[in-house]
C-alpha cells in the first residue's frame, strides 16, 4: 500500500529537519512527502529546497489552501497527515494505515455481516512538554488518553489519514483560517464517511511556550469554530456560567449578603480546576498553573466566540 504524508510549513526552521527525519525512518515508510511552505521568512523554505527527502512546494495561504494544493499532488490513494511541531513514533504510519487494509470484523461498523470500508483514520497525538507550565497546558489542549473513544474521537491533522476519493469529494474550506481540521472532520462525519480510531498511531505534540500563545491559541479555535458554524455545548455553558456569575456579582454590590457565598462559589471553581486536571501533572506547582489556564482560557473562548460571530455579521 502506498502512501503520500502531507505537511504545511510556516517559519518551522527548528523543528522540520526533525520531523522529515523521523517520517524518512518510519517502519513503513511513505511512498513519497510532500511539504507545501505558506510563505517561511525563518529559512524554512531555504530548508526544504535543499531536502532530498521531501517534495516541497510554496503556496502562500492558509494551511487549508496550503493541504488542499499538497493533496492534489499526491500519487497516492492513502493520503497521511501531520502537523510542523509534531514529531510522529517511529510506527505511526504503520499503525495510521492499517485500517485501510481490507475490512475485518476488527474494523469497521458492521451492517447485515458486512463490513464497511474505513475512509478516514484519526490517529492519537501526545504532548511533550519541556516544562511546568507545558505540562499543564496539555489537558487543556489535547484529548487525555482516558477521554479518548472511537465514537467521540475526532481526526486532527496532527495525526490522521483518509481516502484521496474522500477529499476529491470534500476539500479543505480555504475560508477557514482557524481550527479548520475540526471543521473538518465535522463535514465528513456529517457526509457519512466512515470514521475509526487508531490510537496507536501516535505524533508527539510540541505545546506552545508561554500564557500569550496558548492565550492566542484558545482564541482562535473559538474563532475557527464560529467560523465554521460549530457552536460546541461546553461554550453555550461557559456563556451562561459567566453570565450568571456577572449578575450575581452585580447583585451582591445591592445585596451585601450575596457576596461571601459568590467567592465562595468562584474559588471552588480555580479548585475545580485542579482537580480534575491534577492527575495528569502531579506536580505542586500546578495548583498555580491550572487555575490561571483554565481562566484564560475560558476569557479567550469566550472572547473568540464573540469575535467569530461579529466577523461573520460584518
Given amino acids: 500500500m502506498k502512501i503520500s504524508t502531507i505537511i504545511t510549513v510556516l517559519n518551522e526552521k527548528e523543528t522540520i529537519k526533525e520531523l522529515v527525519g523521523t517520517l524518512a525512518g518510519q517502519t513503513v515508510k ?5 511539504i507545501v511552505d505558506g510563505g517561511s521568512t525563518d529559512g524554512t523554505w531555504e530548508m526544504l529546497q535543499k531536502n532530498k527527502k521531501v ?4 503556496v502562500l495561504g492558509n494551511r487549508s489552501v496550503g493541504r488542499n494544493f499538497a493533496i492534489s499532488k499526491a500519487k497516492s490513494r492513502i493520503i497521511a497527515i501531520t502537523d510542523a511541531g509534531c514529531i510522529p513514533d517511529q510506527n505511526w504510519l504503520e499503525e495510521l494505515i492499517n485500517p485501510f487494509s481490507p475490512p475485518s470484523p476488527r474494523l469497521g461498523e458492521g451492517t447485515g455481516g458486512r463490513y464497511r470500508q474505513v475512509d478516514v483514520v484519526s490517529g492519537y497525538y501526545r504532548g511533550q512538554p519541556k516544562n511546568i507550565f507545558q505540562k499543564c497546558l496539555i489537558p487543556y489542549v489535547l484529548v487525555m488518553p482516558d477521554k479518548a473513544s472511537k465514537t467521540k474521537f475526532f481526526p486532527s491533522t496532527r495525526s490522521m489519514a483518509m481516502r484521496k476519493s474522500v477529499w476529491e ?3 479543505f474550506d480555504e475560508n477557514l483560517w482557524h481550527n479548520e481540521d475540526y471543521a473538518y472532520a465535522h463535514t465528513l462525519k456529517r457526509a457519512g464517511f466512515n470514521f475509526t480510531f487508531a490510537p496507536q498511531a501516535i505524533v ?16 482562535r479555535f473559538a474563532i475557527g469554530d464560529i467560523q465554521a458554524g460549530i457552536l460546541r455545548p461546553q461554550v453555550k455553558n461557559l456563556f451562561i456560567r459567566y453570565l450568571v456569575f456577572g449578575y450575581l456579582f452585580f447583585l451582591s454590590l445591592e ?24 492527575r ?4 505542586p506547582r500546578a495548583m498555580f498553573w ?7 482560557a475560558d476569557l ?7 469575535m467569530g460571530f461579529m466577523s461573520k455579521w460584518i
Fill in 169 to 171: 469529494m470534500y476539500k
Fill in 290 to 296: 491550572l487555575p490561571v489556564l483554565q481562566i484564560t
Fill in 55 to 58: 517534495k516541497s512546494f510554496r
Fill in 280 to 283: 495528569y501533572v502531579r506536580d
Fill in 30 to 34: 511513505p511512498a513519497e512527502i510532500i
Fill in 204 to 219: 508527539s505534540w510540541l505545546p506552545r511556550q508561554n500564557l500569550k500563545q496558548a492565550a492566542w491559541m484558545f482564541m
Fill in 300 to 306: 479567550m473562548v469566550i472572547s473568540g466566540t464573540v
Fill in 255 to 278: 445585596f451585601h449578603i450575596l457576596f461571601y457565598p459568590l467567592m465562595f462559589s468562584a474559588l471552588s471553581y480555580l479548585l475545580f480546576a485542579v482537580v480534575k486536571n491534577y
